[in-house]
Nanobody, 120 residues
Framework: QVQLVESGGGLVQAGGSLRLSCAAS????????MGWYRQAPGKQRELVAT???????NYADSVKGRFTISRDNAKNTVYLQMNSLKPEDTAVYYC??????????????WGQGTQVTVSS
């Protein structure tokens, strides 16, 4: 059974930093794209950042220059370094990964979510 397990959320003051981690475990052949999304109360889930297996990255405009996504393919783990946090970054952050489970099957998985709260 494939799982994405997140860690690293918490409460931080505005201007502070947090680092989120997400590790994929279970049976799969490889991981394609990995990414982070977030959902604030009363709002739709939105993309924060993605990283392809080859390392190319994509960021939401709202986090460019403040957040950095990276991955360790040997550990099947994706990270999100969040600096200069703002109260509007407060949300539940979800890890996402496209996993190749067989030569013919690619499935999309979500983590359970981790709360990030930024106080003003």
């Amino acid at each position: 059974q494939v799982q994405l397990v997140e860690s690293g959320g918490g409460l931080v003051q505005a201007g502070g930093s947090l680092r989120l981690s997400c590790a994929a475990s279970g049976r799969f052949k490889s991981i394609n794209n990995m990414g982070w999304y977030r959902q604030a109360p009363g709002k739709q889930r939105e993309l924060v950042a993605t990283i392809a297996s080859g390392g190319s990255v994509n960021y939401a405009d709202s986090v460019k220059g403040r957040f950095t996504i990276s991955r360790d393919n040997a550990k099947n783990t994706v990270y999100l370094q969040m600096n200069s946090l703002k109260p509007e970054d407060t949300a539940v952050y979800y890890c996402n990964a496209l996993l190749r489970e067989s030569w013919a099957t690619i499935n999309n998985y979500w983590g359970q979510g981790t709360q990030v709260t930024v106080s003003s």
